[in-house]
Structures are given as structure tokens and as C-alpha cells.
């Protein structure tokens, strides 16, 4: 299989959905009844669908590793993320709890979900791209040789390497991918 597909990776919690933040920090909503899609997203991602991309979820959810969230209530927000989003080629998900040694090769930082992503799908990360709104979307894009967009939410969270542009907004990370298309 040839290799032509350019695709836009996206981190889900953040980036798709709204985080629940406290002291700063971003964290995932607990229940599906807090998992609300920024209003921007479905016509961004149409937008982006529409010029070509293949769009593709990249998500850890370490909670579920960690016992302290259902595996079933996770996959309940992709299902409603999936309806809303019908554009969406895949959901790939990373429940390990972090602290593994050596690391998971699937949860960000680590490459391996846009990898094993882009193994399956035919696509092209040397055209592709990052969107999230933590260090570990940035890290991970750029260790599968991805362009990055950071969305800055303004948490209490430093980088740890610079992104290839930052925005405010999905909307604007989408319009942004789609002037360097």
C-alpha cells in the first residue's frame, strides 16, 4: 500500500472536549454527561475531511489503567464523539497508567498511536499533523515526524519543546493546517 494519505491527529480531551480544570490543571470529565464537544469542532473537522485529511483520535486515558474511571464510560464519550463527528476515521486509545518502565510505546509521548494509525490507514506522516493542547500532543507529534499545533488553554503547564505554531481555538488550528495544505 502506497503511502499518500496526509492525516490531522487529534488529542481528544482539550483539544475536542472541554477539560475539567482545577488549580490550573486540565483533567478529563469523569462521567459522559460532562463530556460537551467545543462548538467549533464538527465544522472544523468537516473543513478538514473535506480538503483531504483523514482524521484520527489519539488519546490516552490512563484513568481506566489506573482503575479510577469504567473503560465503558470512556467508550460511551467516543461514541457520542463518533456520532458527532462522523468524519472521524478512528478513535485510537492508550489506557496505560503511566510510570511503566520502559513506557508504553502507544501513550503520549510515544508515538506508537499515530504509528500504528497510520500503519492500518495507508497514510502519510511525513504530510501529516498534530493537534492537541499538552506537551505530550506536541512530544508525540514531533517523535512520529509530524508538523504540530499547540492550542494554548492557558493551563499551569509548561512545554517541553516548542510546536510548529500555537492557536487559541480548534477552529483556528484547523484554518491554520488548512492554509499550509
Known sequence: MSLTRPAVFLDRDGTL????????????????EDFVLYPDVPAACAALAAAGFTLVVAT????????????????AMHARLLAAVPQLARVEVCYAPGGENPPDPRRKPEPGMLRDAAAALGLDLARSWMIGDRWRD??????????TVFIDRGYAEALRAPPDFTVDSFAAAADLVLRHA
Request: aromatic share 2%; net charge positive; charged share 35%.
Open 17 to 32: 472536549n472541554r477539560q475539567v480544570v482545577r488549580d490550573g490543571r486540565p483533567y478529563p470529565p469523569d462521567r459522559l
Open 60 to 75: 490516552n486515558q490512563p484513568d481506566v489503567g489506573r482503575g479510577t474511571q469504567r473503560r465503558e464510560v470512556v467508550e
Open 138 to 147: 506536541v512530544d508525540c507529534g514531533q517523535r512520529a515526524g509530524v508538523r
